[in-house]
């Protein structure tokens, strides 16, 4: 599928140093259409769609972040943890708005996953359906984060 | 048939070619805008080349209104009123404007053209704003991962602030970094050194700017920066003062406090400073030390999860319980908060439950 000109401008934003330091797409080969498109068909497989990932991770950082410092048992099962820099980041598809410098840390205490998401990475799975590329330092396996968020 | 195919090949180029020498040459025409003259709060009037956007414009003239993403249009800081000459309010515009600031014709600097001549309103104070070049002349490991870093301006240069404002860092190109970035940073030095100021940066996990001041910048580094931007300041009142910070937080209390041991000041004031373990405190002596200069100054550090090895024999749990003893009358109180935006929350919440008027609670949030 030959990407669109919108995603070869977010590719482009998506390089090292231009939003993030080392950028979305990791050591990825992939396009980003076929980032999208193998993530997303992963989900399917998996019974889940982006949106409801993204609630539910936004439930979490936000249980988590409007506590006084510390990490947060909710549930009973979830401790999660969320640390906010000052700050804010645009979204590398150029939708106006922000999204906070916050890093949120999740374990599933039942099943002993862990996994770690940015307020940018929340909105880039809902939008977008993307969970950066392969090797980034905020990629999210599709697979892995399904198990912390709902087993 | 196949002769037929090369000559309109051939006529096509040829007319694509004309078009498009067309085009650069009208190009060139119709975005030449000539000289534009800026007016600014109806006193000062300023002369630019056209074409530029706004925010550009006045930096060219060194007057630097804030801006937090180097005018991508994406933090919405550059605020500024065009009472002419704005031209039509743009789509990116419009999601950082409120319906109060559009009636007011609020705009977003680095979105505006300048294609005509314009009438804007700022703030006096942004004539203050300079942009500063300055050498590394200290870096202190604070914390594992809090560095208090000293910049000298330039022989001669002198900065004018108020205790509690900030500065916009511009990082160098580093590694893969080819671009430079601007970052927001608490002056937490006293305004008394005007010939250098000292930033409190705490590193950010994957941060841009961070990772360059905390593994680049040595001593001895050249650095930029423009500033004094912010309104977190204290207010010359008669209240009692308690003050709330956390992590990199510390950074404008440190300044205020310094400030207000030169000048003298007979007020009660609490300083909570809010940390998960022991690692996490840092200029402990120093805030301490406060306590000897002021008629009535308490430094209180509170740790939420001391570690069992700490021996930390101080308070533990959240700051909020303690406000009680803290404040003798809440309707006399001001508080000045830094801090992330849970703790901010629940430090609001709790004094107010206390009595203290919300609009005498004054923060800098992380958020
Ligand atoms: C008024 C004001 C005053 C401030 N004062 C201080 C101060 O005194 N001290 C201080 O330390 N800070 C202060 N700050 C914060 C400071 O301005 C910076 O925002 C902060 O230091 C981070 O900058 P950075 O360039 O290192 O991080 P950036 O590079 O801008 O952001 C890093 C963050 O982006 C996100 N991110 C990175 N890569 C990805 C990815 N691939 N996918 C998803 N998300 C990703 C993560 O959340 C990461 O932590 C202040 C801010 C403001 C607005
Ligand atoms: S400078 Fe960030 S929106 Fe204008
Ligand atoms: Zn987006």
Redesign the interface.
């Known amino acids: 599928m030959k990407p669109t000109s919108k995603e070869l401008t977010a590719t482009q934003r998506m390089q ?3 939003i ?3 950028g979305f797409l990791g050591s990825d080969t992939r396009a980003l259409n076929e980032i999208i498109a193998d993530d997303a068909a992963m989900l399917e497989r998996l019974g889940h769609d982006p949106e409801e990932l993204a609630d539910r991770m936004e439930y979490f950082t936000r249980t988590s ?6 990490e947060e048992l909710i549930e009973g099962k979830y401790k999660a943890q ?9 979204c590398p598809y150029g939708h ?3 999204y ?2 916050a ?1 949120t840390r999740l374990t599933n205490m039942q099943n002993g996953i862990s996994v770690v998401w940015t307020s940018l990475n929340i909105h880039l799975i809902k939008a977008h359906c993307f969970f950066e590329g392969r090797g980034s ?2 990629r999210i396996e599709p697979e892995t984060l399904v198990k912390a968020l709902f087993e | 048939m196949f002769g037929t195919i090369i000559k309109d090949i051939a006529v096509l180029a040829g007319i694509s070619g004309i078009l498009a020498i067309l085009l650069v040459i009208a190009e060139r025409f119709l975005n030449d805008y000539g000289d534009c003259r800026i007016n600014i709060n109806g006193k000062r009037d300023i002369t630019i080349k056209g074409g530029n956007n706004l925010l550009a414009s006045l930096g060219e003239k060194e007057i630097f209104l804030p801006s ?2 180097g005018g ?5 800081t550059c605020k500024c009123k065009i009472t002419e000459g704005g031209g039509p309010l743009l ?2 515009e ?3 404007l409120s319906k109060a600031e559009l009636e007011d014709s609020i705009r977003l600097a680095c979105q505006v053209k300048v294609k005509t001549d314009v009438f804007i309103q700022i703030p006096e104070s942004i004539f203050n704003i300079r942009k500063y070049t300055s050498t590394i002349t200290e870096i202190i490991d604070y914390t594992y991962d809090i560095k208090g870093i000293t910049f000298k301006l330039e022989d001669g240069e002198e900065i004018d602030f108020k205790a509690g404002q900030y500065v916009q860092l511009i990082s160098e190109p580093y590694a ?4 430079r970035v601007s ?2 940073y608490s002056i937490s030095s006293k305004p008394e050194d005007r010939n250098s100021i000292q930033l409190i940066i ?1 590193l ?5 700017c961070t ?1 360059w001041v905390h593994n680049y910048l040595k001593v001895g580094d050249r650095v930029n920066f423009t500033g004094p931007y912010g309104d977190f300041y204290l207010r010359d009142t008669n209240a009692d003062i308690i003050f709330v910070a ?1 992590g ?1 937080g510390k950074a404008p209390i440190k300044s205020i406090l310094e400030h207000l041991a030169v000048v003298g000041i007979e007020r009660k004031m609490t300083y909570f400073f ?3 373990t022991l690692k996490d405190l840092y200029l402990t002596d120093e805030m301490k030390a406060f306590e000897k200069i002021f008629p009535d100054f308490r430094y209180e550090p509170v740790l ?2 001391p570690e069992s090895g700490d021996g930390w024999q101080g308070k533990t749990g ?1 700051v ?1 319980p303690y406000f009680k003893d803290a404040i003798r009358d809440p309707k006399n109180t001001e508080a000045y908060l830094c801090g ?4 901010i ?2 430090v609001c919440n709790a004094l107010t439950d206390l009595g203290v008027a919300k609009e005498k609670i004054y923060y800098d949030s ?2």
Do not use: H
Request: aromatic share 10%; glycine share 14%.
């Open positions: 090292p140093g231009v993030t330091l080392s972040w409007s506590s006084y410092l510390d969320t640390d906010v820099y000052r700050g804010k980041l645009p106006a708005g922000l906070r410098k890093i330092a905020f | 937090a993403c991508r249009g994406s933090c919405g789509p990116t419009k999601p950082f893969k970094m080819k671009q970052r927001a705490r950010v996990p994957e941060g841009i990772t956390g990199s809010g940390a998960r939420s999860q959240y909020m992330s935006p849970g703790m929350n629940a992380f958020g």
